[in-house]
Structure formats: C-alpha cells, structure tokens
C-alpha cells in the first residue's frame, strides 16, 4: 500500500500488508483485551479518553501535517479535524455513563430494567476523506461502551491509520483496545468472516457498503454503513440570497468538495434562478486550488489522482448531456492532482451531475418552478444522506423538512456533524446512526434484565 503525495506527485512511503496470519493473531489479541475493556469501570474509561484528547490536541499541527501529506487536505483544516477528534473524545468521556446507564421500566416484574452491554471486537472500514474524524466517531462511542476496535483504514491514508493506533497508546490504553490493520480492501471479506469479529461498521462507498453488508448479512453480523450523498439544496423565492449563495458556494468546496455531507445538488426555484448562478460563478471564480500546506489555498488537490480524473470524467460528460459549463472543467498542467472550483448550470435529471454523486469542488446548479418540484427534485436521487433549505419562512423550512428524504436537513445553514447530534443517511447513503445517544448504541446489546418476585 502506498501513500503519494497528490501536490507533488511524489510516493511518501511503501507500506507492506500483514499477512493472514498477522491479522488472526491481532484479532485474537483484541478479543482478550476485550475481557478486561469491558470490565473497566467507566471512569477509568473516561479518564483514558480525555487523556486520548488531550494527545490529539497535543499533536494537532503534526497530524494536519501528514493528513497534508497524504491525501492533500488543507493544514487550517487538518488542525480543526483534529480539535473536532478531540472534541468528539471528551463528548463521550463525559456523556457515556447517561447514555449507557441501565434503564428501569415498569412492567410485572419485582424490577426490570434496560442494560446496554458492549459486544466485543467491531471492525472500521473507513475512508481517506477526513481520515481521523471519521475514525474518532466510530472509536470514541465505541470504546466508551466497552467494545475494542480493529481499523482497516483506506490504503492511500497508512500513516493517519497508523498514527490513531499511536494516540490511543500514548494516551495509555492497552495495547489492543484499538488496532489498526494495514490491508488492502480485498481482505475485508475474510475478517468479517473471522469468529471474533462481532460487528462492522463502514464508512465509504456505496458500492463498497453494498459488499461489506452482503457479507457481514452472511454471516448475520450487524453493520452500520455511512455512505456517499448527493446532497440538495433547496434556495426558495424568500431566502436571503447572499447567504444562500455563499453557504452553497462554502458547503460545496469542504475538503475540496470530498465530504459525503458537502452539498452537491443546488435546485434553486425559477424567481432567483439567473441571479443564483451569475453570483455562485462569481464566488467559484476567486477559488484557488493549490499547495494545502500554503496559508492562502482555498482548496488543495484531490486525494489521488485516479480520484481526479474520474471528477473530470463525470464533468466532461454532464457537459455532453446538455449541462452548461460556466465555471473551471479543466485540468490544470502539472503534477498536481488539483481541479478547479466547477460550476455546471441547468443541470437536469439523466445528468451524471444530478444522478452521481461528484466527490470533487463541483456543483450541479438545478432550475426548478417552484417549492413543490424543488423538493421533488431534492428526493429524486439514489441518495439520502443531508440537505438544506433556504427561506425566510421557519414554519414553511420546517414543513419541507419533513418532505426530505435524508437524515438530516439543514435551515439557512449547511449541513455539519455533530457529536451531539444523530448522524447518518437513508436510501444508498445507508443505514444506523453515528454520534450522539443513537450512535452509541449501535454496537451495543440491549439486553432485557428481568427478577421475578422472591418470596
Ligand atoms: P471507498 O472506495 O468505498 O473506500 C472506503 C473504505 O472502504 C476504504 O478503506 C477502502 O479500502 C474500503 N473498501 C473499498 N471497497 C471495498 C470493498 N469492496 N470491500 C471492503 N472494503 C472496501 O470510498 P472512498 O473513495 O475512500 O471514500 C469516498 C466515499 O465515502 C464517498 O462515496 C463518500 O460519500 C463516502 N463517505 C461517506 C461518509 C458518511 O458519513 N456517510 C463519510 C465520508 C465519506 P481501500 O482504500 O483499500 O480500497
């Protein structure tokens, strides 16, 4: 596995997979940890998070650094990444003990209750995008409840997935409370298929969501999948335009435009339509892509090349399905793997900008007559992951928040995470919920503690 420099074109570092054999002992190693995890009072856990935040804040320039290095990403973004990991720690070094604590219910019983018991060794499959919160997400509720981690981070990312091992070590955890397995995707099927593995959660692909749950199904082992999204937003005749303009034009460059919640649908009704994209073009024109670890680079390269070429492709051939190109659509000369903020005007339907998701700077600007086919339009995707709506109007946003079909919809605002906050799609985006009280109990079992009366 190999992580190249997409700036510079240059291959940082080679690294070996681990053999069957490796991975089989690292598992067994994480379910004897397991015994002891579980029994650790939850102080005792907490105290180990906060520490595990306090590392990452300790090290946040030399982790913005390497995620620089390894798939491009702005430095001022890697340090806030990183101070959201942390965030994210403490969230549930403080707030995991409530969430997980037995819950009485009345019934016939002299007492009963509610116990949310962890299950044992979860497997992450997780992608390059935001390479420690994506895995800071998953781990820090996961470990809170008990549970141990076994990571197969994306290839192109070994460094970072090697680094998140570090900070849990550093932090003081035992050695394999969280591990991390440097191996391709195609040995994915044989750790779900391994006995000890009691769980999977994936974060990537819609396509690679699809394998994982098919084998994980065959195996009747629980999943939770977080996939892509092409999100909408709706801006109606009563939205403040500026801001409606500029949130669209900020939602849509996050992370170069790589983040599954980046908006990538634009459906503005007929009443704004010209003034929309004449301004959106304006704000996607004074874009610069370039070295992300300069402090004036609005966006750095896409994480790989291969990732590039296939954006273009899919701008390339929205153009030849009527799309009008009005902003970028060039690959720009060097080794770079950079590609310029796009704009694609009267997109439709059949479109591959409307029906695909585009993980790239790239926005699909959609007409539509009024409230009623916007929203229709906003639904009419394979997708349901976030979206946002633009109007002056709360009971109305409220109205067609609930029309949405997506798992979270944002007002007069773009759509963010939040460790406080349910997170996760419906339709091809996938299923289960990540952060707050939901997230959680995903990979919990919700056990039924019943005494009957002594007499
Ligand atoms: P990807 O190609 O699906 O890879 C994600 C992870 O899955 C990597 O670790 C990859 O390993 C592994 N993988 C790929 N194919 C697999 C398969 N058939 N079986 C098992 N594992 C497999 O996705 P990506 O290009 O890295 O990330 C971009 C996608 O992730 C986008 O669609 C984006 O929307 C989605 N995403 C979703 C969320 C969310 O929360 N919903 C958040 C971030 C990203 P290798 O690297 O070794 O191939």
């Known amino acids: 596995m190999q992580s190249v420099n997409p700036y510079t074109g240059e291959t940082i570092r080679t690294y070996p997979s681990e053999s069957d054999e490796q ?86 019983a002299a007492n009963s209750y509610v116990a949310f018991d962890p299950l044992g060794v979860i497997l992450a499959v997780m992608p390059w995008n935001f390479p420690f919160w994506q895995v800071f997400r998953f781990a820090a509720p996961s470990l809170m409840a008990g549970n141990v981690a076994v990571l197969k981070h994306a290839s192109n990312v070994s460094g970072c997935a090697l680094a998140i091992q570090e900070i849990f070590q550093q932090a003081g955890f035992a050695q394999s409370v969280f591990g991390t397995l440097l191996v391709e995707s195609a040995r994915v099927e044989k750790i779900i298929h391994h006995p000890l593995v009691r769980a999977v959660t994936l974060t990537g692909s819609t396509p690679a969501g699809r394998s994982v749950a098919g084998i994980a199904g065959s195996e009747l ?163 349901g992951l976030g979206a946002a709506v633009f109007t002056g109007d709360a009971a109305r946003a409220d109205r067609i928040a609930r029309d949405i079909e997506a798992g979270s919809v944002f007002v007069n605002a773009f759509v963010k995470s939040d ?19 939901f997230g959680i109990r995903e990979f919990v079992n919700i056990k039924t503690v019943w005494h009957g009366a002594v007499s």
């Open 221 to 383: 082992k629980k999943t939770v999948l977080e996939l892509g999204g092409s999100d909408a937003y709706v801006v109606l005749e009563d939205a403040d335009l500026g801001l409606a303009v500029r949130t669209c034009a900020q939602s849509r460059l996050i992370n170069a435009g790589q983040s599954c919640i980046a908006a990538k649908r634009f459906i503005v009704v007929s009443a704004l339509y010209g003034q929309f994209v004449q301004r959106y073009v304006e704000e996607f024109n004074a874009i610069c892509c370039g070295d992300p670890k300069d402090g004036e680079t609005d966006i750095g390269p896409l994480a790989r090349h291969d990732l590039r070429d296939g954006v273009h492709g899919q701008v390339q051939k929205s153009v030849q399905q009527g799309a009008r190109l009005l902003a970028g659509g060039q690959i720009p000369a060097g080794r770079s793997a950079c590609y310029p903020a796009t704009v694609l005007a009267d997109v439709k339907p059949g479109m591959a900008a409307f029906d695909e998701e585009i993980f790239g700077p790239v926005a699909a600007i959609i007409e539509a007559p009024g409230e009623q086919q916007a929203v229709a339009l906003a639904n009419q995707s394979q997708y």
């Open 23 to 108: 991975v089989d002992q690292r598992i067994r190693a994480a379910d004897r940890a397991f015994r002891d995890w579980r029994q650790t009072p939850f102080a005792e856990r907490a105290r180990l998070m906060h520490s595990a935040a306090a590392v990452l804040r300790d090290r946040k320039r030399e982790l913005a650094d390497l995620m620089a290095d390894e798939m491009g990403k702005v430095l001022r973004d890697g340090v806030s990444e990183i101070e959201k990991c942390a965030s994210c720690c403490d969230f549930y070094a403080n707030n995991a003990p409530a969430f997980l604590a037995n819950q009485h219910v009345d019934s016939d």
């Open 419 to 437: 460790a406080r906050l349910p997170f996760g799609g419906v339709k091809h985006s996938g299923y289960g919920r990540e952060l707050s009280s």
